[in-house]
């Protein structure tokens, strides 16, 4: 385990995983430099199917997170306090998740997405957008988050104009990769966003369908 940023009173890292099927096989809990690990936390090691549960740089799991096994989490994250994340998730760096949310297993959330206090992540979430609400929805552009690391306004209206394509232009899931694809310019964001969408296996959440309309919503 690395050297980190400190782990408070009552966190447990590395117990054995709950899951019936793990039969005491050798796994691990990685711990990136410069993560803060507070009260009651519960870290599950891995088992045969990733071998390791890791959590990335320079983040912040508050008091009473559990992560369970065969997570990963990137680096720069925030789990706010109470966040509970099953088995097999994937969370991409600069993720922000309010307290109380809870995240089903396998699910994967995107790099810079934001999801609000108290949410069901049953979908996957995808890149650089916030969500909210009940069913957990699309809530425009983590525009605010993005500009804070730095990103300029035409590679966050880049995002937005993919977001609006995905979301807004009535085509299904699959006709709006496509044209995202064939019709807009080449750049990191276009393609991490797309390869996220066909690499999605409980596929990605919807947009909110009543009231708004807008692309940045408040949530």
Same mark, same amino acid.
């Given at each position: 385990?690395?050297?980190?940023?400190?782990?408070?009173?009552?966190?447990?890292?590395?117990?054995?995983?709950?899951?019936?099927?793990? #039969?005491?096989?050798?796994?691990? @809990?990685?711990?990136?430099?410069?993560?803060?690990?507070? /009260?009651? @936390?519960?870290?599950?090691?891995?088992?045969?199917?990733?071998?390791?549960?890791?959590?990335?740089?320079?983040?912040?799991?508050?008091?009473?997170?559990?992560?369970?096994?065969?997570?990963?989490?990137?680096?720069?994250?925030?789990?706010? *306090?109470?966040? #509970?994340?099953?088995?097999?998730?994937?969370?991409?760096?600069?993720?922000? +998740?309010?307290?109380?949310?809870?995240?089903?297993?396998?699910?994967?959330?995107?790099?810079?997405?934001?999801?609000?206090?108290?949410?069901?992540?049953?979908?996957? @979430?995808?890149?650089?957008?916030?969500?909210?609400?009940?069913?957990?929805?699309?809530?425009?552009?983590?525009?605010?988050? +993005?500009? %804070?690391?730095?990103?300029?306004? /035409?590679?966050?209206?880049?995002?937005?104009?993919?977001?609006?394509?995905?979301? *807004?232009?009535?085509?299904?899931?699959? #006709?709006?990769?496509?044209?995202? /694809?064939?019709?807009?310019?080449?750049?990191?964001?276009?393609?991490?966003?797309?390869?996220?969408? %066909?690499?999605?296996?409980?596929?990605?959440?919807? %947009?909110?369908?009543?009231?708004?309309?807008?692309?940045?919503?408040?949530?």
């Amino acid at each position: 385990m690395a050297r980190t940023a400190g782990i408070f009173l009552g966190a447990v890292i590395a117990a054995i995983p709950q899951d019936l099927k793990f #039969q005491g096989e050798y796994s691990n @809990v990685y711990i990136g430099d410069g993560t803060t690990i507070r /009260e009651f @936390v519960t870290i599950n090691r891995g088992t045969k199917d990733r071998d390791k549960t890791e959590v990335g740089k320079n983040c912040l799991i508050m008091a009473y997170c559990h992560l369970a096994h065969d997570c990963f989490v990137g680096d720069n994250c925030i789990m706010s *306090n109470n966040t #509970q994340v099953a088995g097999h998730v994937t969370i991409g760096d600069w993720v922000i +998740l309010g307290g109380m949310t809870a995240v089903h297993q396998y699910a994967k959330i995107g790099s810079h997405a934001f999801v609000s206090g108290g949410s069901l992540v049953s979908k996957d @979430v995808p890149p650089y957008i916030k969500a909210g609400r009940t069913p957990l929805s699309y809530a425009g552009v983590n525009s605010i988050g +993005l500009k %804070r690391r730095g990103f300029s306004i /035409e590679r966050i209206n880049h995002i937005l104009d993919i977001y609006r394509v995905l979301y *807004n232009k009535g085509m299904n899931t699959s #006709q709006a990769v496509e044209y995202i /694809e064939e019709e807009m310019p080449a750049t990191d964001e276009r393609d991490e966003i797309v390869t996220f969408i %066909r690499e999605s296996g409980r596929g990605i959440i919807k %947009r909110f369908t009543k009231g708004n309309n807008d692309d940045d919503l408040p949530i």
